[in-house]
Each structure stands twice: as structure tokens, then as C-alpha cells.
């Protein structure tokens, strides 16, 4: 401010700055003008000091800053997501490319076998670029927020039981399925759809990373105002170094290379747990198994009849 003053008055220019004012706990913004004022002579008599309140303005500048970073975000993880699909696609089809065009030319000379083989690299090509097209076209309802969160008073207990028995007989003989509850759950708020997603996707990876003959576990609790949703496994674990990125699209850990899957259901599972204001994580071992955990609080109070 003084070399201000000094340069007005000295150099009879104009000079304006913004200052940031803290008083009582308040924050203003205010933009100071300085003029020269002068006499007959031309010289400087006096200086004019003119302040504006410009707190409203600076706001209004932070608050498009925030959504034009926020959008340039959102533009970057999208051009990330579209290289990471393409990329995902381009396998299958590179063998579904290859296995027709070995059928095509030597159709007559391959035994019925390798014939059979080669079909069959082809269905399961085919099966994986389906999968990845309804996760992806579901991730991307779930991110434009055109998959609703729909929350209504639910009955748990009656929902978790149903999803095992369907289970079941989608797991046949292969595994046991085990519902347990300490006590029997209260209804919550909750959307069933999702709801159905998210232990869907966590059962079937239960189901799917461990051995058959194994035991699948869904325990529900109650905490604190707090579901817990636990889905547990005796299967293959998930490697130490996976563990950090296993939300992350298309993240699939180092011991599953043979196990078909596109990477998509936990990320899914995850979005569809925080539309609830509620958390996910997980406990694993290597050989031993996995446990997921989710936990959702039981009111969704902007959802609740008044
Ligand atoms: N219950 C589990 N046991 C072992 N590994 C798991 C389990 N659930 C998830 N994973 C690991 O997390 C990865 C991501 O899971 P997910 O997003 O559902 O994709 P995927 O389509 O591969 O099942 C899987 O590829 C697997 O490596
Ligand atoms: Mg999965």
C-alpha cells in the first residue's frame, strides 16, 4: 500500500489492487482504487481512495473455477475410460479374428477336435465382448446418473434370503450357500435395484473365485444406525499388490488370468454403495479368502416420509 501511494502521488498515476480483508471471522474481497487529485498547477494535492465490495464476485469467479477443473476432470477420465475399453475390446475380437479366418482356410483340413477348439475360443470371445458392453453401458448410467437412486423402506431379511436361494440355483451343487444373521435385520432404506447389483456382483465373484465344494457366506448386522453386508469366500484371495487398484475399471488381479471377467462389477459395486452414503472394503488372503464388506447407513434421511 505505501509504494502504492508513493506512486500515485509521486508519479500522479491511477493504481487499484485487490485486498483480502479478515475481520470478526468474515471474509471480504475489496478492490481499492487510488486516483491523484491536483491542483491548478498540475501537481499533486491530495489522493482519492474509492473501495468496492467485490466478495460476491470472487465467489462467483472461485465457484466457475471449481466446475471448469471439475469438468476438465471428468473430460479426462472419460478419454482414459474410452482408451481403456477400446484397448479391452480389441482382444477378443483380434481372437475371434484369427480362429475364423483359420476355420475359413482350412476348414477341410482340420480335424473335427481343433475345429471344435477353435469354435469354442470364439463363443467365449464373443461372451466376454457382451459382458463388457452391459458393464460398460451400465457404468455409464451409473456415472451420468441416469442409474436413479431410488430408495425405498426394504424388507432385508426377505430380499437377502431370496438373492441366496436364486444363488443357489444359479451355483447348483458346485458350492454351498450360507445366509447368516445374528439377529433378524430391520427394513432399510434402500434401492432395491442397486441393492440386487451390488450383492449380485459380490456373490457371483464369490462364487466364482473360489473352489467348488467351498462355502459362500452373505452375514447381515446391524451397528450403530449401520447395515453390514459381508459376503465371504474360502477361495483363491487377492494378491498383496492388486489390493490398492481392485476398484479401479478394468483392474483384475494377477491370479485370475484364467478366470473370465472384465474388471467392471466392483467398480460398479462401488458407485452403486456410495449413491446409499455408504462404504465399501474388503479383507483377503491369498489361498485362504475374501471378505467383502459393505456398509450402508439404515435411514437415507432426504428419502425418509415425513
Ligand atoms: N471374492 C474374490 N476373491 C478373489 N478375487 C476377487 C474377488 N472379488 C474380486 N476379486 C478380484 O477383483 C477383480 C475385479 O473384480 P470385478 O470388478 O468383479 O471384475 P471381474 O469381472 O474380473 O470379476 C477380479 O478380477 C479379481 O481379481
Ligand atoms: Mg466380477
Known amino acids: ?64 473455477r471449481q466446475m471448469v477443473e471439475h469438468q476438465m476432470q471428468v473430460i479426462e477420465l ?8 477400446s484397448h479391452e475390446f480389441r482382444n477378443p475380437l483380434a481372437i475371434i479374428q484369427t480362429a475364423s479366418d483359420l476355420l475359413c482356410t482350412y476348414d477341410d483340413k482340420l480335424p473335427a477336435e481343433a475345429k471344435r477348439e477353435e469354435l469354442s475360443r470364439i463363443r467365449q470371445s464373443v461372451r466376454k465382448i457382451s459382458d463388457l458392453l452391459d458393464d460398460v453401458l451400465l457404468l455409464g448410467r451409473v456415472e451420468s446418473g441416469n442409474l436413479k437412486f431410488t430408495p425405498e423402506l426394504l424388507n432385508l431379511d ?58 459362500v457366506t452373505l452375514e447381515v448386522m446391524q451397528k450403530n444406525g449401520h447395515v453390514i453386508l459381508s459376503v465371504r469366500d474360502q477361495g483363491i484371495g487377492i494378491p498383496a499388490e492388486d489390493q490398492k487398484n481392485l476398484f479401479e475399471p478394468f483392474h483384475r488381479a494377477s491370479n485370475v488370468p484364467h478366470i473370465p471377467g472384465t474388471g467392471l462389477g466392483l467398480t460398479i459395486v462401488q458407485q452403486a454403495v456410495e449413491l446409499h452414503g455408504g462404504t465399501i472394503s474388503f479383507e483377503s488372503q491369498e489361498e485362504v479368502g475374501t471378505t467383502f464388506i459393505v456398509k450402508l447407513p439404515r435411514r437415507v434421511p432426504k428419502a425418509e416420509p415425513s
Request: proline share 5%; hydrophobic share 40%.
Open 158 to 215: 426377505d430380499f437377502c434370503q431370496y438373492l441366496i436361494s436364486d444363488f443357489e440355483l444359479l451355483a447348483g451343487e458346485g458350492h454351498h450357500l450360507v445366509y447368516v444373521k445374528p439377529e433378524v435385520p430391520q427394513p432399510v432404506y434402500a434401492d432395491p435395484r442397486l441393492l440386487q447389483h451390488i450383492l449380485g456382483n459380490l456373490l457371483s465373484n464369490a462364487i466364482k473365485y473360489s473352489p467348488l465344494g467351498s462355502t
Open 1 to 64: 500500500l505505501k509504494d502504492m501511494l508513493y506512486l500515485v502521488a509521486a508519479k500522479c498515476v491511477g493504481r487499484q489492487m485487490d485486498i483480502e480483508v479478515q475481520r470478526a471471522g468474515l471474509q471480504f474481497h475489496v478492490n481499492m482504487v487510488l486516483s491523484p487529485i491536483r491542483d491548478g498547477a498540475g501537481r499533486v494535492s491530495g489522493i482519492l481512495c474509492s473501495l468496492r465490495d467485490i466478495t460476491a464476485h470472487k465467489k462467483l469467479e472461485a465457484s466457475l
Open 78 to 85: 472419460k478419454s482414459r475410460f474410452i482408451t481403456m475399453a
